[in-house]
Each structure stands twice: as C-alpha cells, then as structure tokens.
T-cell receptor, first 114, second 113 residues
Framework: DTAVSQTPKYLVTQMGNDKSIKCEQNLGHDTMYWYKQDSKKFLKIMFSYNNKELIINETVPNRFSPKSPDKAHLNLHINSLELGDSAVYFC?????????????FGPGTRLTVT | DQQVKQNSPSLSVQEGRISILNCDYTNSMFDYFLWYKKYPAEGPTFLISISSIKDKNEDGRFTVFLNKSAKHLSLHIVPSQPGDSAVYFCAATGGGNTGKLIFGQGTTLQVKP
C-alpha cells in the first residue's frame, strides 16, 4: 500500500507549456507539502497545506499554483514552464501538531523542460 | 543563505565499520533535527530525530548526537551495512506548527562489502 503517491513519475515537456503533478496520501495526515530538489540536490520547501488551508508559501514564482481539493490530495500546477523549472518535485505529508515533524515523502516527479 | 550544511558530499566506509555523517546549522532558533535517508529514484524516508533538549538519541544501529553550542549534529551508523548505501539528508526546524523543514544538501554514503 503506497502511503504517498505522485503522478506522473516522469514528465518531459516543452517551454511555455502548462502541466500538473498530482499527489495523494492515504495516511490520514492533515498537512501536505511540495518540495523542489534542484540540480544541486537541495531539497527546498515550496508550499504547505493544512486541512486545505495554505500555511507555507515560500518565494516561488506565481506560475506555480498548488491546489488542495481535500486533505488527502495536493496537486501542483505549473504555468508557462521554463527551463529552470527542471527538477525533481517531491510531495510529502505529516500529522500536524507541535513536536510532530516527521514527514513522509512520495517517490518524486522528475520534470524536464526542453 | 544555507542554514543547514552538510560539508561532505560523499563518504565511503567498509562494511562493519562506523559511518559518521556530519551536519552544521547556523540558526539558533532550530530546536528539532531529523535525518532522512534516500535511495535513487525514491523519496526521502525518515530515519531518526532529536530534540534540542537532548544531546543523544539512539535507534538500533543509528545514533544522532547534538552539540548545540557548536551548532553541530552527527549521525553514527554502527556497524555499517551495504544496504545503508544511500544519500543522507540532515533537516532542521524552528518548531511551531507549520512543519517547515530546512534540509542540507545531502551526503552520499557508500558502504563497501
């Protein structure tokens, strides 16, 4: 049983296109995240939702728009893709609450923009 | 401004020996630290954590040490096994309820049989 799943696993697209990455978790968690791992391997948080409410919104171009239809899903839509958007995107989830920082990650989506 | 740093990009050890992975941080507001392990083409998986009120936490072959005055933590793996070969990420958080983690850039550990 996959705890945090992402689709697609690989995404190759051209500059200027719009694409979406989907994330689902079946852990019953109420907080979900999107991370970007760039070419230098840094994992950086982009967004976080708690019970469908945006709680973390890092300095990310507004071409990136997260959407949480329910607390088990957090999708990432990217408009007008650029070469610099090429990276691996990870979704994660956790149970909210003080002193509970363990996050469970999905397998990642490798986005290549040509 | 990289608040969490793993200065060794790679480490190679012999099976059965100790692996020591290091992590430094700059933000004195960080009060909880985690180590994640990542295999190729998979997401990071949680390994072990430590609160700033402790200086050591042990779980089987894995022990994390925290030196707050030096803003330094380390992960010890004893004995190292070939299956431990992976990328290890150190992460830190300043608490609160947002769950925001700041990650280091990772150290690739290779354990040779």
């Amino acid at each position: 049983d996959t705890a945090v799943s992402q689709t697609p696993k690989y995404l190759v697209t051209q500059m200027g296109n719009d694409k979406s990455i989907k994330c689902e978790q079946n852990l019953g968690h109420d907080t979900m995240y999107w991370y970007k791992q760039d070419s230098k391997k840094f994992l950086k948080i982009m967004f976080s939702y708690n019970n469908k409410e945006l709680i973390i919104n890092e300095t990310v171009p507004n071409r990136f728009s997260p959407k949480s239809p329910d607390k088990a899903h957090l999708n990432l839509h990217i408009n007008s893709l650029e070469l610099g958007d090429s990276a691996v995107y990870f979704c994660a989830s956790s149970l909210a609450g003080l002193s509970n920082y363990e996050q469970y990650f999905g397998p990642g989506t490798r986005l290549t923009v040509t | 401004d990289q608040q969490v740093k793993q200065n060794s990009p790679s480490l190679s050890v012999q099976e059965g020996r100790i692996s020591i992975l290091n992590c430094d941080y700059t933000n004195s507001m960080f009060d909880y630290f985690l180590w994640y392990k990542k295999y190729p083409a998979e997401g990071p998986t949680f390994l072990i954590s430590i609160s700033s009120i402790k200086d050591k936490n042990e779980d089987g072959r894995f022990t994390v040490f925290l030196n707050k005055s030096a803003k330094h933590l380390s992960l010890h793996i004893v004995p190292s096994q070939p299956g431990d070969s992976a990328v290890y990420f150190c992460a830190a958080t300043g608490g609160g309820n947002t769950g925001k983690l700041i990650f280091g850039q990772g150290t690739t550990l290779q354990v040779k049989p």
